[in-house]
């Protein structure tokens, strides 16, 4: 057998571990912790993988958080979150069914808010690998939210000229509300950001 075969052979073996499990349990501790603050003892323990195996499918800390933040905005951001608001077919309800479930994690305990905002918070100068993830995110809020925006205007929920101001502003209103979740802030602080965004919604 010759080098380039076994070459071969190598990158097509199967990974002996279940991929989504690692990244699902990777994302949940990055969310919960931080980037920082993920050490890679308590990366191996929840993932269930050494180190040495980390490393060698990863690369380091830093491509798992990479990895992790992509599954992240995949299941989460567009599977769940943000998602239905580019893909929906309804105009304001598709904006108040986001923003419900906006509200529902600021009683999670630990707070977490949003794993893409909360990463541009903690690294103010990203790396060109994780600043890709937060942009992600600001466009896919950006997008979903005009295209609701403009669905409510085809169906005479609001004027047309109200749906570029209206994304505008409730972009930035979208992550501030995150910081302030991912900081702890009180309740009442959280749902009056998302009172107010919910009269620009309406225009």
């Not at 308590?42 to 180190?51: E, N």
């Not at 990895?67 to 979150?81: C, F, N, Q, S, T």
């Not at 896919?140 to 929920?157: C, F, K, N, V």
Request: with cysteine; net charge negative; glycine share 8%.
């Amino acid at each position: 057998m010759t080098n380039s075969d076994s070459t071969t052979r190598s990158r097509g073996r199967p990974r002996a571990f279940d991929e989504a499990h690692v990244l699902d349990a990777a994302m949940d501790l990055f969310w919960r912790v931080g980037y920082a603050d993920a050490s890679v003892p308590d990366i191996s323990a929840v993932t269930g993988l050494s180190t040495s195996s980390l490393y060698n499918v990863y690369g380091s800390k830093l491509g798992l958080f990479e990895a992790a933040l992509g599954r992240y905005l995949e299941e989460v951001i567009d599977g769940y979150m943000v998602g239905p608001l580019d893909r929906g077919s309804a105009g304001l309800a598709d904006v108040e069914a986001f923003l419900d479930r906006l509200e529902g994690t600021i009683d999670r305990n630990p707070a977490r808010g949003c794993l893409a905002v909360n990463t541009m918070a903690e690294q103010r100068h990203l790396p060109p690998r994780l600043a890709a993830a937060p942009a992600a995110y600001r466009r896919m809020l950006r997008d979903g939210l005009r295209a609701a925006l403009t669905r409510a205007a085809e169906q005479g929920e609001i004027p047309a000229e109200a749906v570029d101001p209206g994304t505008a502003l409730l972009v930035p209103m979208i992550i501030g509300f995150n910081l302030l979740v991912a900081a702890g802030a009180p309740a009442n602080e959280t749902r009056d950001v998302l009172d107010r965004a919910r009269a620009i919604a309406r225009g």
